[in-house]
Nanobody
Framework: MFSCRRLGGGSVQAGGSLKLSCATS?????VFWASRKAWYRQAPGKQ?????????????NYQDSVKGRFTISRDNAKKRVYLQMNSLEPEDTAVYYC?????????WGRGTLVTVSS
């Protein structure tokens, strides 16, 4: 369902930026429009946590630790979900997962490792 990759290179130093992108395949366009989009992450030894979400009515919600640094967005026509990450910190190191929640199913990306060095 998802094809996800990061833009801007691999591992980055603190203060750098990365952009994650997920593209859907086979999903009906109207279903994507009405879905809730979100990004989760799971750091080593920790539980998976919600990082950012974008509701179908365009409301956003961010984890306090990433507010002002991360931005979730989407392109409905292309059925893509993005996460722009700026001012990265070593604490942001984790596997990031894209999620699209519809009325009937919950779709997950495979996960992308983001490593931020100090």
């Amino acid at each position: 369902m998802f094809s996800c990759r990061r833009l801007g290179g691999g591992s980055v130093q603190a203060g750098g930026s990365l952009k994650l992108s997920c593209a859907t395949s086979g999903m009906i366009l109207s279903v994507f429009w009405a879905s809730r989009k979100a990004w989760y992450r799971q750091a080593p030894g920790k539980q998976r946590e919600l990082v950012a979400e974008l509701s179908s009515d365009e409301n956003t919600n961010y984890q306090d630790s990433v507010k002002g640094r991360f931005t979730i967005s989407r392109d409905n026509a292309k059925k893509r979900v993005y996460l722009q990450m700026n001012s990265l910190e070593p604490e942001d190191t984790a596997v990031y997962y894209c999620n699209v929640e519809t009325d009937s199913r919950d779709y997950w990306g495979r996960g992308t490792l983001v490593t931020v060095s100090s």
